[in-house]
């Protein structure tokens, strides 16, 4: 509550501002740039099997993500979308909740639902829209989701999904369950108003949600520096009065710091975090784009050399966890899985013509019913025009 | 059965629902302790604490992004926008997730159990931003159901059945009504079915057919009808999306005649769709053409209210014209 002796108790009497960058954030590391632990950097709670999981997430990652812009260019699938270069952020991330956790992202984090359990072939039936697609064929590729991963189907519209985590989160908190929601989103997303609602109303309303910003350097083609004018996204974090962190997006030992203290402060004290993790987008924003229209290769080298797998995989060779020979092979057999997956799913045939109505609503209402007759009727007249006409009416 | 206005009935339908269900949340801009400016959330905070009954910062776009949330995760939200003039920050909300999220998602998810209550419509002299019919805007996408009632019995039923529906409901209530309407209410639970359009008063001459608050115009003209010899049937639509087609059409077959009325703009109202929808079914059975009496095609006006509003003079002089046509 606003108080009169507030303004006595704590006032100057000068014109001074507070600057706009006067919160100089820092960025929390782990891992030096080569991979080597820094010198009394606190660790993260890892042990061997964390450890090669996440690494071998982040190799199915690449290899799917290198198969797939390849399945695109080919005219296989239409359209694609890589996490390349932010694969240490999204599964250090990933790797730091529980599986009850709610995970509403925004679309580049794949690698999250694929370190939950998403399988080969739940990947290509949705990236060939097919009738084993758990989302139906509605959605365009990479927009995946699943009940049972607890991983929020994707929605294109940006930001929406902020003040959504924080609803979901509030419920949680409500049934008393051991769960808190993560949220992940661009740094160009929290230009959005939803993200201010969301965040705002988390805070307030005290709801055990991470809000994840991947801070990846650019939205489309537009970089940070046409993004906003502060010191990133963390300052807004403190400004809602939300407990915040900045990390080393490249840095996986660091992310999962952070997520697995983030996490623990949520359910503790049913509050909100706001963690950014900075990072850098290595692949196009979309097999639709071309980023040497905007940015130099010099630029991307630069942040390939810090590239947070690369970073990981030193790590985890230093433990003695991990070996070149693991590494080949472990290569191979994605890429010979991925392969075959896509192969069977791209045959799959797509779902019926009947699909189109439903989910709509809980049931078909009479008017839809009626809309499909007549197209079906239609179709029927056609038959070579429209590929459902295979169906058997 | 009880005595109650239309504000009285909605409270109490919410009522009914927090104490059948734990997991049915009210919230939104002062609806908290203060009970919203209408006074319809008035005494549910008491009763079932702050953390089901609250205050929600002034976002109605966060309002709506929350209340889709909760509803993904299980829980039952009835979100208030405090007036529809307002629910535009959540359009996006609204039409991009609300409506698609079952759709998008093969079913793996719904938010089927969202309810979003809007104060709407004109005659309290609230000019362009506490006036607005905002109803077609929402009417245009499928994936939700557009409720809106026309009197206190009314609204507790429909607004019982549509907390209950599996499917997220915009519920627009005639505030011009809250305490203008006063009825006969059971105090019980009862549902009043959505889709479904009533038959207010029988007739013969012609169809009347509007929605909410604009239903009192109505049936002051079918009676200004009734003196001079002309009879009027008068239905009332209530859900407009999905709408029940069949009821107006089997009337219409009857009357030969329709006219529909409603307080939003007369381009791209809803009327329109409906008149083309009936033309469609009723082409051969049509002894005039289908006529609308609506707002004109300005924004809400203040002091010109009573010129603008699609009254029930003007409803009488179209009844008039359709049956002398």
């Known amino acids: ?393 | 059965m009880a005595q109650m206005n239309l504000l009285h009935a909605i409270n109490n339908a919410l009522d009914i629902a927090m104490a059948k269900n734990d997991k049915v949340l009210c919230f939104g801009e002062d609806v908290g302790h203060f009970g919203g400016v209408f006074r319809s959330t008035s005494g549910l905070q008491e009763k079932y604490g702050k953390a089901r009954c609250f205050n929600t910062p002034l976002t109605e776009q966060g309002i709506i992004g929350f209340a889709n949330g909760l509803a993904a995760q299980g829980s039952v939200p009835i979100a208030e926008i405090q007036f529809a003039d307002y629910i535009f920050p959540a359009f996006d909300q609204i039409v991009n997730e609300t409506a698609k999220f079952r759709y998008r998602s093969g079913n793996e998810f719904n938010v089927g159990s969202l309810v979003i209550r809007t104060p709407y419509g004109g005659g309290i002299a609230g000019g362009l931003y506490h006036s607005q019919s905002p109803e077609a805007y929402f009417t245009g996408t499928p994936g939700i159901k557009v409720v809106v009632p026309r009197n206190p019995h009314q609204a507790k039923g429909l607004l019982l059945a549509s907390i209950n529906d599996d499917n997220p409901v915009v519920f627009f209530e005639p505030k011009r009504l809250y305490r203008a309407s006063i009825g006969e209410v059971p105090e019980e639970a009862y549902e009043i079915e959505l889709g479904k359009a009533e038959v207010v008063s029988v007739g013969s001459d012609v169809t009347l057919l509007g929605w909410g608050a604009q239903m009192e115009y109505i049936e002051q003209a079918s009676e200004m009808a009734k003196e001079i010899g002309i009879s009027c049937e008068v239905i009332d639509l209530r859900t407009l999306l999905p709408w029940d087609v069949d009821t107006v059409a089997e009337s219409v077959t009857k009357t030969g005649r329709l006219i529909i009325s409603h307080e939003a703009p007369l381009t791209g109202g809803f009327a329109g769709e409906i008149s083309a929808a009936i033309s469609e079914r009723c082409f051969l059975h049509l002894e005039s053409p289908i006529a609308r009496v609506c707002g004109l095609d300005t924004p809400y006006p203040l002091i010109q209210e009573k010129e603008y509003v699609a009254d029930h003079l003007k409803i009488f002089e179209a009844i008039k014209a359709s049956v002398n046509f």
């Open chain 1, 1 to 393: 509550m606003n108080k009169p002796e507030n303004n006595a108790g704590n006032s100057i009497h000068q014109a001074t501002f507070i600057g706009g960058h006067a919160l100089n954030i820092p960025t929390l590391r782990v891992l030096n740039d080569d991979g080597v632990m820094i010198d009394g950097a606190q660790m993260p709670n890892i042990d061997q099997t964390l450890a090669q999981r996440i690494y071998d997430t982040m190799v199915y990652t690449r290899v799917l993500d290198e198969r797939m812009v390849g399945a695109q260019r080919q005219g296989r699938v239409s359209f694609y979308m890589t996490c390349k270069g932010e694969e240490a952020s999204i599964i250090g991330s990933a790797a730091g909740l529980s599986d009850d956790d709610m995970i509403m992202a925004q679309y580049r984090e794949h690698a999250a639902i694929r370190y939950r359990g998403f399988t080969s072939e739940n990947f290509m039936n949705q990236l060939f829209s097919n009738s084993k697609d758990l989302g139906k064929g509605r959605q365009m590729p990479i927009h995946y989701g699943s009940k049972a991963l607890n991983y929020m189907t994707i929605s294109s519209p940006l930001a929406t999904q902020i003040p959504q985590a924080s609803g979901y989160a509030y419920g949680q908190k409500l049934q008393g369950l051991d769960a808190i929601t993560m949220c992940y989103f661009g740094e160009g997303a929290a230009s959005e108003g939803d993200f201010h609602a969301g965040l705002n109303m988390a805070a307030v309303l005290n709801a055990p949600t991470i809000f994840y910003c991947r801070n990846n350097g650019y939205a489309i083609s537009t970089s940070t520096d046409e993004q906003y004018a502060g010191d990133g996204i963390a300052p807004r974090g403190v400004g809602y009065g939300i407990e915040t962190i900045r990390v080393d997006g490249n840095d996986c030992l660091a992310v999962l710091l952070a997520t697995q203290t983030a996490r623990q402060h949520a359910l503790a004290h049913n509050k909100p975090v706001l963690i950014e993790a900075m990072s850098y987008r290595l692949g196009a924003h979309s097999t639709s784009d071309d980023p040497s229209g905007y940015r130099s290769k010099e630029e991307e080298e630069l942040w390939a050399k810090i590239d947070g797998v690369l970073r990981f995989k030193a790590w985890i060779e230093a433990q003695g966890w991990w070996s070149q020979a693991q590494d080949d092979a472990l290569y191979e057999k994605y890429r010979e899985e991925v392969l075959s997956a896509l192969k069977v799913a791209e045959k799959v045939a797509p779902p019926t013509l009947g699909e189109l109505v439903t989910d709509v609503y809980s049931d078909v209402p009479k008017h839809l019913k009626q809309q499909l007759g007549d197209l079906r009727q239609h179709i029927v007249k056609y038959p070579d025009h429209y590929p459902a006409a295979k169906e058997s009416h």
